[in-house]
């Protein structure tokens, strides 16, 4: 089964349909790091990460890994760790996501520039949360309710599809 992003606004799985928000700037086929801009294409999900300290372990099928609070996402286009998990100890930059605000409670990293990795291509693109649906730096928002009914769906062989309009 796949997520498809249909358009700017709207995420469907099988018979669901959740509003979303997707980058400030759209869609794109020419992913560049820091654009704001949602890359297009047919991508694999990785584990889900969350924030045990403030919401229960949610329910699916996909691994799960609390996030600590030296966890962060190397966005450093300079660094052989881009686009990875990794300590924040290091010098280099990176995505918290350990963060003051709710958005990281649970996100889902898309697997886009994960193989083969392009430095620059761009970096930590997530399913994550949203309030109110405001546009992301590229990541799709959804509302906690719609990620916990997500979470239930999927599974380790979900793809999500993100069509360039």
Known sequence: MTIILKNKETLIFDDFSFRCCIGEKGITNNKIEGDKKTPSGSFS????????ERNSKPVTKINTISIKKNMGWCDD???KKYNKLIK??????????????????YLIPINYNTQNIKSG?????????????????????????????????INMKTKIKILDN
């Open 45 to 52: 999900l990785g584990k889900v990460y969350y924030r045990k």
């Open 121 to 153: 291509k761009g970096s930590a693109i997530f399913i994550h949360l949203t309030k109110n649906y405001s546009p992301t730096a590229g990541c799709i928002g959804i509302k906690k309710k719609d990620m916990l009914i997500l979470l239930k769906l």
């Open 77 to 79: 286009v300079k660094s």
């Open 88 to 105: 924040t100890t290091t010098k280099i930059r990176h995505e918290k996501l350990f963060r003051r605000d709710y958005k990281y409670d």
